[in-house]
């Protein structure tokens, strides 16, 4: 309780609250003296009513020395106090959450991936249910299907209709159908998207299990190459563009979840907030929320 005392504006009030109880009593007591005494006589002035006159006592030196006070802290406030001691209850309240924000990463710094996985699941229960259930399923297209990201079947309805939203330089990615259709023919569309799917599957590292990778090569080169550079990691067609599409080799791993969240989507199904500009994730949340998106939500 005591270390609310630790806090200027707690002191600050606490000595003015004293100096005021002070100064209120001393009045009392002047005032109250000062009507006991029966010899407390007043000038009277010259205009009376009903015989009783106006009293012309001259108003306290004191009240004379207040008033000029605070007009001289009004100007020295407003134009030196204020501006000079920038404190703010906004600032102070950043100030406070920055702070609570280091100690809770430095506690947790070593968090095996267990601990990440369930510090995650809570962390995903406060602040992404909401939008995307408690199942992360979505709730019936409120928001992305969390279980289905980065499977072949969630990047087979991404080659299929494309995405938009993270801010990339190229702001879409078309429906990639229409073109796998005029390249290899209508009738080998459902296989080509198959086999794309199952090759950025390998190039973020897991293994596919529909399409063949190998084939899905032939595509991504004729196709997806253009943006996503020749080794997938989203620089453009000669590989040398930093941020010109989506890096494919990290897809739907931790670090794909994290810059989503840090980039925040305004897609199709709607806008994911951004959480980089809300401020409210700290490095260890943003890495124990993704770790449960990327592995627990998948299973
Ligand atoms: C015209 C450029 C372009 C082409 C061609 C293209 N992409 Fe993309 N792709 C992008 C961009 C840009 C993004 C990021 C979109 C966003 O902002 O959501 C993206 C995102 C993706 C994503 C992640 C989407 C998500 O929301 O999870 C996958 C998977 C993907 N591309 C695969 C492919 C595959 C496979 C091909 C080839 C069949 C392909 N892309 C062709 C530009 C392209
Ligand atoms: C206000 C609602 C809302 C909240 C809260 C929210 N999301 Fe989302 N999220 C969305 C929507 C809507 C999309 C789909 C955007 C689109 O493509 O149209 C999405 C998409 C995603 C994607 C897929 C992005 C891609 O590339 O396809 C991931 C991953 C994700 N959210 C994770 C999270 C996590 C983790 C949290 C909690 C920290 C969270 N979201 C909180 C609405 C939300």
Redesign the pocket.
């Known amino acids: 309780m005591w270390a609310i005392i630790n806090d200027p504006a707690t002191q600050i009030t606490l000595v003015v609250s004293v100096i005021m109880i002070a100064v209120m009593v001393y009045v009392i007591k002047y005032v109250a003296g000062h009507m006991q005494k029966s010899s407390a006589s007043v000038p009277a002035g010259e205009q009376t009513f009903d015989g009783i006159a106006e009293g012309i006592s001259p108003t306290p030196v004191g009240l004379h020395f207040i008033m000029g006070g605070l007009i001289i802290f009004f100007f020295w406030y407003i134009f030196a106090g204020y501006p000079i001691w920038t404190w703010t209850q906004e600032g102070q309240y950043d100030d406070e959450v920055a702070a609570y924000k280091q100690t809770f990463d430095e506690t947790w710094k070593n968090a095996d991936e267990n601990t990440l996985i369930a510090m995650g699941e809570s962390i995903f229960n406060a602040k992404c249910v909401a939008c995307h259930g408690y199942t992360g399923e979505g709730q019936n297209g409120m928001a992305?299907n969390l279980v289905e990201?980065?499977t072949e079947k969630?990047?087979s309805k991404?080659?299929r209709n494309?995405?938009?939203?993270?801010?990339?330089?190229?702001?879409?990615?078309?429906p990639?159908a229409p073109?796998?259709e005029v390249l290899f023919g209508k009738e080998n569309l459902e296989k080509n998207?198959s086999d794309?799917?199952a090759?950025?599957m390998q190039l973020s590292g897991r293994t596919p299990a529909h399409g063949n990778p190998a084939e899905g090569l032939i595509?991504?080169k004729a196709?997806?190459q253009?943006?996503?550079g020749p080794e997938g990691k989203?620089r453009g067609p000669g590989g040398n563009i930093p941020n010109?599409?989506?890096d494919?080799t990290t897809?739907?791993t931790d670090v794909d979840v994290i810059r989503t969240l840090q980039l925040g989507?305004k897609?199709d199904i709607g806008i994911m907030p951004n959480f980089a500009a809300e401020g409210t994730l700290s490095e260890i949340q943003y890495r124990a929320v993704a770790a449960f998106v990327s592995t627990e939500l998948h299973n």
């Open positions: 992305a990201y980065g969630h990047i991404v080659i494309g995405s938009k939203g993270l801010g990339y330089l190229t702001p879409i990615m078309p990639q073109v796998l998207i794309a799917a090759y950025v595509v991504f196709v997806c253009t943006c996503h989203g010109f599409s989506k494919l897809y739907a989507k897609g």
